[in-house]
């Protein structure tokens, strides 16, 4: 299994972002998968999921300004990122779990590399 994460860059507060996540080696549309991001000195935290049949799911410090999508035929996952604050600042890392508990970090076997999200204040 191989994720791969692009997108990320500076930029300002206010702004927005896209990143994505392209995925082989799985059976993408059968997965959930997940967006989770880590700060310096923080741990890895939750950021939004989308699972194989649609549901959604964010954490409440990215509620309405940021959005999770995905394009089975495409094998990749989006996350649209609005209203850029500088706590938003992270390494962004997609994920790949077959669990139905989107927001735990143990629960995902297949991550990536990791984008890098800065905003600047």
């Known amino acids: 299994v191989q994720l791969v994460e692009s997108g990320g860059g500076l930029v300002q507060t206010g702004g927005l972002l896209r990143l994505s996540c392209a995925a082989s080696g799985l059976t993408f549309s059968m997965y959930t998968m997940g967006w989770f991001r880590q700060a310096p000195g923080k741990e890895r935290e939750f950021v939004a999921a989308?699972?194989?049949?649609?549901?959604?799911y964010y954490a409440d410090s990215v509620k309405g300004r940021f959005t999770i999508s995905r394009d089975n035929a495409k094998n990749t996952v989006y996350l649209q990122m609005n209203s850029l604050k500088p706590e938003d600042t992270a390494l962004y890392y997609c994920?790949?779990?077959?669990?139905?508990?989107?927001?735990?970090?143990?629960?995902?076997?297949?991550w990536g590399q990791g984008t890098q999200v800065t905003v600047s204040s």
């Open positions: 989308m699972a194989w049949s649609g549901s959604t």
């Open positions: 994920a790949a779990t077959s669990s139905r508990v989107p927001a735990l970090v143990s629960l995902y076997p297949y």
